[in-house]
């Protein structure tokens, strides 16, 4: 195993809140990691651990042998894959290509189908977990894609995540990640409005959380995100405008399936009057800031 490791050069682009922690877990499983991001100075950290920082998304894509990207909007994506310069005018055949943005599932198969046109792997692999989730290598990742493909990247995907699964075709990665937000949106609404009626009511919210959070209230967001909201702290796990972008995508692919989502129009609602109030690079607990005035 640890042979098959020294070969097999990693390419990540995208070093930001949670792909810098990706990476570096990479980085600490002894893979060789060559590693791109347009603001060149959030992968200089990576650099400092061993990671080999490259210029352009093309020379990354020329040297990997398999390329993950983990970036923002699904424009980026497009740009990073199908652009001038991207990773399909210069990777090698035989090159697998992981994308673990939250994207679009249309843009998903998409990939998927120029990879194999061009003899190159792809899967589509959305991460839940946040910003700790990342760090600690606990991610939750929804894959789609073949299943061949998955079986021989699991290793690489086993360095980021302990809840892995295929859930389907290209695309069904993206469309799982869906159903995560979806949950999420109406979740987050729940948490805020309840830490907001403890203090209202004049309850220690705190001492409220240690009762709630162990019975049927119980989420990961009531957990981990409220006491982020108790202590004032907004600091991105995961950013409000990225949370909007999916929630956007989400409504979208399901008003072309004709399934209406009322509680997730109301989130999305919500999340942009926040960021309209200037909140949009804050965590998604900022919402409690709407509840809490």
């Given at each position: 195993?640890?042979e098959t490791?020294?070969?097999?050069?990693?390419?990540?682009?995208?070093?930001?809140?949670?792909?810098?922690?990706?990476?570096?877990?990479?980085?600490k499983?002894?893979?060789?990691?060559?590693?791109?991001n347009?603001?060149?100075?959030?992968?200089?950290?990576?650099?400092?651990l061993g990671?080999?920082?490259?210029?352009?998304?093309?020379?990354?894509?020329?040297?990997?042998d398999?390329?993950?990207?983990?970036?923002?909007?699904p424009?980026?994506?497009?740009?990073?894959?199908?652009?001038?310069?991207?990773?399909?005018?210069?990777?090698?055949?035989?090159?697998?290509?992981?994308?673990?943005?939250?994207?679009?599932?249309?843009?998903?198969?998409?990939?998927?189908?120029?990879?194999?046109?061009?003899?190159?792997?792809?899967?589509?692999?959305?991460?839940?977990?946040?910003?700790?989730?990342?760090?600690?290598?606990?991610?939750?990742?929804?894959?789609?894609?073949?299943?061949?493909?998955?079986?021989h990247?699991?290793?690489?995907?086993?360095?980021?995540?302990?809840?892995?699964?295929?859930?389907?075709?290209?695309?069904?990665?993206?469309?799982?990640?869906?159903?995560?937000?979806?949950?999420?949106?109406?979740?987050?609404?729940?948490?805020?409005e309840?830490?907001?009626?403890?203090?209202?009511?004049?309850?220690?919210?705190?001492?409220?959380?240690?009762?709630?959070?162990?019975?049927?209230a119980?989420?990961?967001?009531?957990?981990?995100?409220?006491?982020?909201?108790?202590?004032?702290?907004?600091?991105?796990?995961?950013?409000?405008?990225?949370?909007?972008?999916?929630?956007?995508i989400?409504?979208?692919?399901?008003?072309?399936?004709?399934?209406?989502?009322?509680?997730?129009?109301?989130?999305k609602?919500?999340?942009?009057?926040?960021?309209?109030?200037?909140e949009?690079?804050?965590?998604t607990?900022?919402?409690?800031?709407?509840?809490?005035?």
């Amino acid at each position: 195993m640890a042979e098959t490791k020294r070969q097999t050069v990693i390419g990540f682009i995208g070093t930001g809140v949670m792909g810098k922690s990706m990476a570096g877990n990479l980085l600490k499983a002894g893979y060789p990691l060559l590693v791109y991001n347009r603001t060149r100075a959030k992968a200089e950290e990576l650099a400092k651990l061993g990671a080999v920082v490259k210029d352009t998304v093309g020379e990354l894509a020329r040297e990997a042998d398999v390329v993950i990207t983990m970036v923002g909007y699904p424009r980026d994506v497009e740009e990073v894959y199908f652009g001038a310069g991207g990773i399909f005018q210069h990777a090698r055949p035989g090159t697998y290509l992981i994308d673990m943005t939250t994207s679009t599932p249309a843009l998903a198969e998409k990939i998927y189908k120029e990879a194999q046109a061009r003899q190159m792997f792809a899967l589509d692999a959305p991460v839940s977990g946040g910003d700790i989730g990342a760090r600690e290598a606990r991610l939750t990742i929804m894959v789609g894609g073949d299943e061949e493909v998955f079986a021989h990247l699991r290793p690489i995907l086993e360095r980021m995540g302990t809840n892995i699964v295929l859930q389907g075709k290209a695309g069904a990665g993206q469309h799982t990640k869906m159903c995560n937000q979806i949950a999420i949106a109406s979740n987050m609404m729940g948490v805020c409005e309840a830490i907001a009626y403890a203090k209202k009511a004049g309850l220690d919210p705190q001492n409220v959380l240690r009762s709630i959070e162990a019975g049927a209230a119980g989420s990961w967001s009531l957990s981990n995100l409220a006491p982020r909201m108790i202590r004032g702290d907004f600091a991105p796990g995961f950013y409000v405008k990225h949370f909007i972008k999916d929630m956007g995508i989400a409504l979208e692919a399901a008003k072309e399936m004709g399934l209406d989502t009322p509680g997730l129009a109301l989130a999305k609602r919500l999340y942009e009057q926040l960021a309209e109030a200037g909140e949009e690079n804050s965590g998604t607990q900022a919402l409690f800031k709407l509840y809490d005035r």
